[in-house]
């Protein structure tokens, strides 16, 4: 994750970014608003950080299409976006087997979902 902006600022003036993050549906409609879920004033050596979602959970209706991870810095004025990752359900069934721990990265940010398959 990185903790500068695409100009080498900060993310808040004083402190670390305070991260949520989202999950987007392919058409835009918001899945999971972790909004109210932040992890405060991170910094390199706070990594890895982790989320717990309380029931009823994430719910992927449509495992063939691409949904986003977006995380984000938390502001009173706007939310500032860190950085964001699409991925496929199906993309992350190893030979239809339904394995926990997921790993999805790019060039910035880098996560572990752990999925309990109901």
């Known amino acids: ?5 695409n ?15 989202t999950v987007v ?11 109210g879920n932040t992890r405060d004033d991170l ?19 449509n495992w063939s299409q691409s949904y986003t991870i977006r995380l984000y810095d938390f502001d009173v ?13 199906n993309s992350r069934i190893a030979g239809r087997r339904y394995v926990p721990n997921h790993r999805i990265q790019n060039a910035s940010i880098n ?4 999925v309990r398959w109901e």
């Not at 994750?1 to 902006?5: A, K």
């Not at 050596?45 to 309380?54: D, M």
Request: hydrophobic share 40%; aromatic share 12%.
């Open 43 to 61: 910094s390199a050596a706070s990594l890895p950080v982790g989320y717990a979602i309380q029931p009823p959970g994430i719910f992927l209706e």
């Open 25 to 35: 549906a392919p058409l835009g409609n918001l899945v999971y608003d972790g909004s």
């Open 111 to 114: 996560l572990r979902i752990t």
């Open 7 to 21: 100009v080498g600022g900060s993310w808040d003036l004083t402190t670390g970014p305070d991260v949520f993050f």
């Open 1 to 5: 994750m990185p903790f500068t902006d």
């Open 77 to 89: 004025t706007g939310h500032d976006l860190i950085g964001s990752m699409p991925f496929t359900v």
